[in-house]
């Protein structure tokens, strides 16, 4: 939502979305929203090789396509952004092919990583991805593999959200001891279970160099992570542990925060590493999807050798031994390039130097 809501600074824009409750139009200031009712949220838990799922499905592609189709024909739109390849890419070929407006696809890891491993669906993606005029990515390797799967160049757009930050900032730290954070899903890929064992791994001199280390979320492995926790804390360790963080509790972790420690086993870009970002918060992170590249490219963290428990503990004494003020610059620079304003610039950059897609006065 906060794409489309920067995109409405410079563009009209009506945005077609599920919901649980009931069809309908409503208004978010200046953005126009046609709901479309759907049997179950989110839509990315329905999966096409769960029977299960497949009524549900049906129901899903039915009520978003005749949503978008009506949505489409009524108001006669410039241009049609399906921010799912699938099944929204799906829904926005059918409505360009009825009207000649076109569209583009922004694809995300569970499009292509999921979807284009089930067969008779990824054909399907991969006529979706070859009908459209545009194609997006939030990741580096992502449009890698999108270009793989269609043949045709596919652009790199980062999901972010805008944070509504503190106009003071909290004082910079140059000298521990530090503080330092974990937001996220206690899920395998997002490592919560390598980091936890990493933090068992720390000697006494690195653990006199923080002040706290905060672990927020929940998640599959909820039960570990109490149990884990609790073992440290009865050591005497400083060890915070809670449940998932409202918008404002999150800016005031981060805002609090010295360094983000991002133990992922299997990611592309996590969208808490564009908040980390903003939050001028430097990252802790193993070198898996774009991260390695990004943190070459702008040094604005600390990459671990590998997705061990070993490196990621080696790495967050690297962190705690080094200035968290060094790291501000690259991420300023970085900042720039993952932020929402960034993303709307490069779509409208896109579309409206298309051959046939008039620039509106």
Known sequence: MDFAIALSRTCEVTVVAPSLSSAGNHSIGSI??????????????????????????????????????????????????????????????NASAGTGIPFSTWSLGSDIWSMGRIPVVSSVLKSVLRAGEHRFADGY?????????????????????????????????????????????????????????????????????????????????????????????????????????????????????????????????PLVFSDALQCSLPVVTTPVGDMPQILNSFACGILADDTSADSIAQAIKQAVYHKQTSFLPGIALANKSFSTEAACETFLSAITSSANYPARE
């Open 141 to 269: 390797e992502l449009c890698s593999d999108v270009e793989s799967i269609c043949k045709l160049p596919c652009s790199f757009l980062p999901s972010t959200r805008m944070l509504n930050l503190p106009h003071s900032a909290p004082p910079e730290r140059e000298v521990p001891p530090f503080r330092l954070a974990f937001l996220g899903r206690w899920h395998v890929n997002k490592g919560i279970d390598l980091l936890l064992e990493a933090l068992e791994k720390l000697d006494e001199d690195v653990w006199n160099r923080i002040e706290l280390f905060s672990i927020y979320g929940g998640g599959p492995m909820e039960k570990l992570v109490h149990q884990r926790s609790r073992l440290l804390i009865e050591d005497g360790k400083p060890l915070k542990v809670g449940g998932y963080l409202n918008h404002q509790e999150a800016v005031a972790l981060y805002m609090n925060s010295d360094f983000l420690v991002i133990p992922s086993r299997i990611e592309s870009i």
């Open 32 to 93: 126009s929203i046609r709901n479309y009712r759907v049997p179950s949220l989110p839509l990315s838990l329905l999966k096409p090789n769960n029977p299960l799922s497949i009524l549900k499905i049906l129901q899903t592609l039915n009520s978003g396509l005749k949503t978008l189709r009506k949505t489409v024909e009524h108001l006669r739109p410039d241009h049609i952004l399906a921010m799912w390849s699938l099944p929204c890419g799906y829904w926005a070929a």
